[in-house]
């Protein structure tokens, strides 16, 4: 390897760093329960993080208690005011966020073992038991799944900069597999999620108190507003990933979609929304591909588009498993008189969008940001 590449990839491999970015576990707070004595620092994120997750699993349950008809619409002091100090820290809103529900609620039971789903356990269980359980845990396999695409996107990031055709290419092609990985990663889902609980348990769980007909006032934090606060649930448009993905590829999103995305950054820890900004603000990938005339590199771009129109579309038919039909069934129950979820909450996403319509305009965005030769 050329010391200049060999200096580049040091470089970049600090900046990953800066931005709590692990080289092994990408957005994934790493091993989060083991204990770091050498960094100070690191202890007290660390901590920091896991009283997010403790604090947002009880507002959620205290919320949205099981067998009850309505939400909570006051959240006590006891409970509201270290919720915020705590939020206030990390820079995080106080609600449960897909950084608590996933990239901190992790661990390994044996830790010297792989990280697959039979050694994995959450930290914090939530209502809706092994299906969450489930749900969570391949969520996290996911975010690992996309690892190699992050190290490729930064390959091809330098690559633009150097510039070198061959790096790049080599780097779009490590992130078309990566992507097909993360779809069939998210296949896993089936195994373990039973679509009812999901539906009637799991989701309403999740779901917060922004564009949520069950809570149209939102929540008063007790000791901090006397005015409802509103939040969104916690939602997969909350992960790093995707988003980091879109702003390489320059993906643009139509604008209703694009305001929804964006909100979902401030759901994010700081350091990585300032991740995706500084990919924003990169040179731009599609523009050097035009440019350089590498027909190699367009052909391969497009095929990243392709596996991430194909992840989009295979999530598109997860959330009508676990969505469209559930909600079907649970309309039976009731002509049946039986019990089920909040009817307000029939076609709504975790994060408070109609889902469907939002996840097949996103895909089809991704499709036509298609390069075509020129000339």
């Known amino acids: 390897m050329e010391p200049q590449t060999e200096n580049l990839k040091t470089a970049w491999q600090l900046s990953l760093g800066s931005y709590y970015i692990s080289e092994e576990y990408g957005f994934l707070l790493p091993n989060p329960l083991m204990p770091l004595l050498s960094c100070q620092f690191l202890k007290s994120y660390r901590q920091q993080r896991l009283a997010h997750l403790v604090l947002s699993s009880i507002t959620m349950g205290y919320v949205w208690q099981e067998g009850e008809t309505q939400p909570k619409e006051v959240l006590p002091r006891n409970l509201a005011i270290p919720f915020v100090e705590v939020s206030r820290k990390l820079g995080l809103p106080p609600i449960l966020v897909h950084s608590d529900l996933v990239l901190a609620n992790w661990t390994k039971r044996n830790p010297e073992g792989p990280l697959e789903i039979s050694n994995l356990d959450t930290i914090i269980l939530f209502p809706g038991g092994e299906s969450l359980r489930g749900f969570i845990l391949v969520t996290v396999l996911v975010e690992k799944a996309a690892v190699p695409g992050i190290k490729a996107l930064a390959q091809a990031m330098h690559a633009v900069l150097q510039p070198s055709q061959d790096a790049l290419l080599e780097a779009l092609q490590q992130l078309k597999l990566c992507i097909q990985d993360m779809t069939r990663t998210l296949g896993r889902m089936h195994d373990y999620v039973d679509p009812d609980i999901f539906y009637a348990v799991i989701r309403i ?10 809570m149209p006032m939102g ?35 139509s604008e209703e979609s694009a305001d929804f995305l964006y909100r979902m950054r401030d759901y994010m820890p700081p350091s990585h929304k300032a991740f995706i900004k500084e990919i924003h603000s990169a040179p731009s990938l ?30 598109i038919t997860v959330v009508t498993r676990y969505l469209v039909t559930a909600a079907a069934r649970a309309r039976s129950r009731r002509l049946d008189h039986l019990p089920g979820p909040p009817q307000a909450l029939e076609d709504r996403g975790t994060g408070g969008t109609a889902i469907l319509s939002f996840l097949k305009n996103v895909r089809d965005k991704t499709l036509e940001a298609t390069l075509h030769p020129s000339g």
């Open 286 to 315: 599609r523009d050097f591909i035009l440019s350089s005339g590498h027909g190699h590199c367009l052909t391969a771009y497009n095929q990243c588009l392709e596996a991430l129109a194909e992840l989009r579309s295979y999530h």
């Open 205 to 214: 769980f999740l779901s917060g108190w922004k564009d949520n007909p069950a």
């Open 219 to 253: 929540l008063i934090y007790e000791g901090i507003s006397k005015e409802p606060l509103k939040y969104s649930g916690g939602s997969a448009a909350q992960s790093s990933v995707l988003h980091a993905f879109d702003e390489f590829l320059g993906i643009h999103h």
